[in-house]
């Protein structure tokens, strides 16, 4: 596939809509839709900027997930914490204050930071870094009022009966059913 043309259709407070237009194998033109965080995006750009991060956090056997009203789904969805990094933080600085700000809690120690990866490619170029950590203090109400969060401790039972009937965001729900995984035959 060949990128032609970028357009911008429209321009939102926190997403913009492109139409970009592609040139398939066959040599005809496919005009494909995504949003991007990007105001700004060029042929040149699309899918090059990391613009949040989640955090997997854990304390003794335990995993944090929250339970969030995402208002793109009309409903409530397990996930990790996560947020946009602020211009001149870090991947951990924005991971810090992401899991502050949402839960109250705080990063004792960094396991690791993964690369960025796409979040959904089907509709848009946003990327995240991965934030894996151990956690620990009380936990705290959010205090944005567009953002209805519960923050909880989960035990891998607990999280195996939640797979089963709950709804999940897509990178949580992996990283949840293989850590329900680990440790069994």
Do not use: H
């Not at 042929?43 to 995402?70: M, N, P, Q």
């Not at 120690?109 to 990866?117: C, E, I, M, Q, Y």
């Not at 950590?133 to 109400?141: A, L």
């Amino acid at each position: 596939m060949e990128l032609k043309k970028l357009k911008r259709v429209k321009e939102g407070k926190f997403l913009s809509s492109y139409e970009l237009t592609y040139l398939n194998k066959e040599g005809n033109e496919k005009i494909y839709e995504m949003v991007s965080r990007e105001s700004d995006l060029s042929a040149l750009s699309v899918g090059k900027k990391t613009a949040g991060v989640a955090i997997a956090g854990f304390k003794d056997d335990r995993i944090l997930l929250i339970r969030e009203f995402r208002m793109g789904v009309n409903g409530y969805v397990w996930a990790f914490p996560a947020g946009l990094i602020e211009d001149g933080e870090t991947a951990v600085e924005a991971a810090a204050r992401e899991l502050r700000e949402e839960t109250g809690l705080r990063i004792t120690d960094v396991r690791d930071v993964l690369k960025p990866s796409f979040s959904c490619t089907g509709v848009t170029d946003e990327k995240s870094f991965f934030v894996i950590c151990g956690i620990d203090g009380d936990f705290e109400e959010c205090s944005f009022p567009d953002e209805e969060i519960r923050a909880g401790l989960y035990t891998k039972d607990e999280v195996r009966e939640l797979l089963e009937r709950e709804t999940f965001s897509a990178r949580t729900q992996a990283v949840c059913y293989f850590w329900t995984k680990e440790g069994k035959s």
